[in-house]
């Protein structure tokens, strides 16, 4: 890539790509504070439980997870280690292979997500599409997609 190549991006797309990271950051941030403040749970707990729950029996490699949680697989085995202490996930090695283990949400782990998902609702309303009043969600939608499915 030449380094006038950057100037070929205009006023609005410069703007954008400048604005993306810290926006990404502050919504994590806002996320975890409102789950934090309302449901003593932090953001990184409580998406590892939504993909929990969306599992086949609620059982998922710990890998599996930690590559949906777009985390490493040290930071993803802190969480559930944090979980598996208040009885909401159950880690245990899996049976199919001896080096992975494997994390189940627990009945509880899904009446605590349950009890989570207004909250984080309401926080993803407010922080994020409350911003985008007028933006075609269903196209900025693809857009992510394609976008996600290049890396």
């Known amino acids: 890539m030449r380094d006038d190549d ?3 991006l205009t006023d609005d797309e410069r ?3 400048r604005a993306l990271r ?5 919504l994590m941030r806002d996320f975890d ?4 403040r309302f449901q003593r749970m932090s953001h990184a707990e ?11 029996e609620r059982t ?8 949906l949680c777009q985390q490493s697989a ?13 009885g909401l996930v159950r880690r245990q090695q899996s049976v199919h292979d001896a080096r992975s283990f494997n994390a189940t949400l627990t009945e509880a782990g899904v009446a605590r997500l349950e009890e989570a998902v207004p909250v984080h609702v309401a926080s993803v309303r407010r922080h994020f599409f409350d911003q985008l009043e007028g933006v075609d969600l269903g196209k900025l939608a ?10």
């Open 46 to 56: 409580y998406i590892a439980l939504m993909f929990l729950s969306e599992a086949p």
């Open 15 to 17: 703007s954008l790509i």
């Open 74 to 86: 040290s930071a993803v085995g802190r969480t559930v280690k944090r979980l598996e202490a208040e």
């Open 22 to 26: 810290p926006a990404m950051a502050a």
């Open 60 to 67: 998922m490699r710990l890998s599996d997870l930690a590559e």
């Open 6 to 8: 950057a100037s070929a």
């Open 142 to 151: 693809l857009a992510f997609q394609r976008i996600a499915q290049k890396g």
């Open 33 to 36: 504070d409102d789950l934090q």
